[in-house]
């Protein structure tokens, strides 16, 4: 494809010169072949920004049971789409394929009245924290973009150990897919 832009630009090229001068001024085009130019050459631009096919990544994994947590990382073990396989329901962690930016979403509902103190981690750090307070089964959505690098780890973790309980039976939830 590289090979057709570079060949239809030289035409362009070619062909502007041919025909005379293009009367672009203040910043305006007032020539057909002068847009085409400019439109190839973004064009040129972004497939050197964009890399090659793009694999398919995307999950969806519920929480199955009430888990009662206690400072561990919580399992969606549930799993309703993981193409690609990236997301472990053993681990509760969505591990990166390739570079890229993932849009990653969790709904954490508290069990009956109680509450959730969780944290989103990436590659072990803190990246954000969540909480649903003490109203009967309340609830928290987050949606995050993250810029990931092939192999970063994003994984959800309760981050008391107060023994709280997940609402779970298809309730609370964590998704992602790349863009």
Same mark, same amino acid.
């Not at 519920?62 to 919580?74: E, R």
């Not at 849009?103 to 508290?110: P, R, Y």
């Given at each position: 494809?590289?090979?057709?832009?570079?060949?239809? /630009? %030289?035409?362009?090229?070619?062909?502007?010169?041919?025909?005379?001068?293009?009367?672009?001024?203040?910043? +305006?085009?007032?020539?057909?072949?002068?847009?085409? /130019?400019?439109?190839? *050459?973004?064009?040129?631009?972004?497939?050197?920004?964009?890399?090659?096919?793009?694999?398919?990544?995307?999950?969806? %994994?519920?929480?199955?049971? !009430?888990?009662?947590?206690?400072?561990?990382?919580?399992?969606?073990?549930?799993?309703?789409?993981?193409?690609?396989? !990236?997301?472990?329901?053993?681990?509760?962690?969505?591990?990166?394929?390739?570079?890229? /930016?993932?849009?990653?979403?969790?709904?954490?509902?508290?069990?009956?009245?109680?509450?959730?103190?969780?944290?989103?981690?990436?590659?072990? %750090?803190?990246?954000?924290?969540?909480?649903?307070?003490?109203?009967?089964?309340?609830?928290?959505?987050?949606?995050?973009?993250?810029?990931? +690098?092939?192999?970063?780890? *994003? &994984? *959800?973790? !309760?981050?008391?150990?107060?023994?709280?309980? /997940?609402?779970?039976?298809?309730?609370? &939830?964590?998704?992602?897919?790349?863009?």
């Amino acid at each position: 494809m590289k090979v057709s832009i570079e060949l239809i /630009l %030289a035409f362009l090229t070619t062909s502007g010169s041919v025909s005379g001068d293009c009367n672009a001024g203040n910043g +305006k085009t007032t020539c057909i072949t002068e847009d085409l /130019l400019q439109m190839f *050459i973004r064009v040129t631009r972004q497939s050197d920004i964009i890399p090659g096919p793009k694999e398919r990544t995307a999950f969806l %994994a519920f929480v199955k049971n !009430h888990p009662t947590l206690s400072n561990n990382v919580i399992k969606f073990d549930d799993v309703e789409t993981n193409i690609g396989n !990236h997301y472990n329901p053993t681990t509760g962690v969505f591990t990166a394929p390739i570079n890229g /930016l993932y849009v990653l979403s969790s709904m954490i509902m508290a069990y009956a009245s109680t509450t959730i103190n969780y944290e989103w981690r990436k590659n072990d %750090a803190v990246f954000s924290n969540g909480y649903t307070d003490k109203t009967h089964s309340s609830s928290q959505s987050q949606t995050f973009i993250f810029e990931l +690098k092939k192999g970063d780890r *994003i &994984y *959800i973790k !309760h981050r008391t150990s107060s023994g709280e309980k /997940l609402h779970g039976g298809r309730f609370s &939830y964590f998704s992602g897919y790349l863009l």
